[in-house]
T-cell receptor, first 113, second 113 residues
């Protein structure tokens, strides 16, 4: 039973398209995150939500719009995809905003052609 | 500007020996440090953490050492079975700035049988 699950795992699309990645956690955690792992393998935070409220938005283009319908879900919608958006996107959750122990999903590899 | 650096992209050790992974940071505001382990096609998993009020934390085969004056931490794994072969990420946060983890670029550990 996967704790943090994200779909799809692989996504190949053309420049200019709009796509979404969904994330769900069944751990009962209050806080959820999106991280981006770029081609240099660095993991960088994009957003964090606590109880559906946006907490962190780290210099991410406004083409990226997270949505949290409830505290168990944090979806990522990307408009007008660009080549530089190709990366692996990881969803994660933590008990609350003070816990550094994050539980990550398996990642969604986005390839923009 | 990399605030958390793992200067060794890879490390190779013999099975059963000690593995030592290093991490340096530049932001003196960081007060909480973590290590994550990542297998291919999986998300990172939490290993061990240390608060800046300590200089050592031990959990089973894993020990993390923190040298605040040198802004350096290390992860010791003893012994190292082949199953420990993975990418290890160092991460740091400032608890007063919300739960935002800054990750290093990772070190690929290869444990040879």
């Amino acid at each position: 039973d996967t704790a943090v699950s994200q779909t799809p795992k692989y996504l190949v699309t053309q420049m200019g398209n709009d796509k979404s990645i969904k994330c769900e956690q069944n751990l009962g955690h209050d806080t959820m995150y999106w991280y981006k792992q770029d081609s240099k393998k660095f993991l960088k935070i994009m957003f964090s939500y606590n109880n559906k409220e946006l907490i962190i938005n780290e210099t991410v283009p406004n083409r990226f719009s997270p949505k949290s319908p409830d505290k168990a879900h944090l979806n990522l919608h990307i408009n007008s995809l660009e080549l530089g958006d190709s990366a692996v996107y990881f969803c994660a959750s933590s008990q609350d905003m003070t816990s550094g122990e994050l539980f990550f999903g398996e990642g969604s590899r986005l390839t923009v052609l | 500007d990399q605030q958390v650096k793992q200067n060794s992209p890879s490390l190779s050790v013999q099975e059963g020996r000690i593995s030592i992974l290093n991490c340096d940071y530049t932001n003196s505001m960081f007060d909480y440090f973590l290590w994550y382990k990542k297998y291919p096609a999986e998300g990172p998993t939490f290993l061990i953490s240390i608060s800046s009020i300590k200089d050592k934390n031990e959990d089973g085969r894993f020990t993390v050492f923190l040298n605040k004056s040198a802004k350096h931490l290390s992860l010791h794994i003893v012994p190292s079975p082949p199953g420990d072969s993975a990418v290890y990420f160092c991460a740091a946060s400032n608890n007063n700035a919300g739960n935002m983890l800054t990750f290093g670029g990772g070190t690929r550990l290869m444990v040879k049988p």
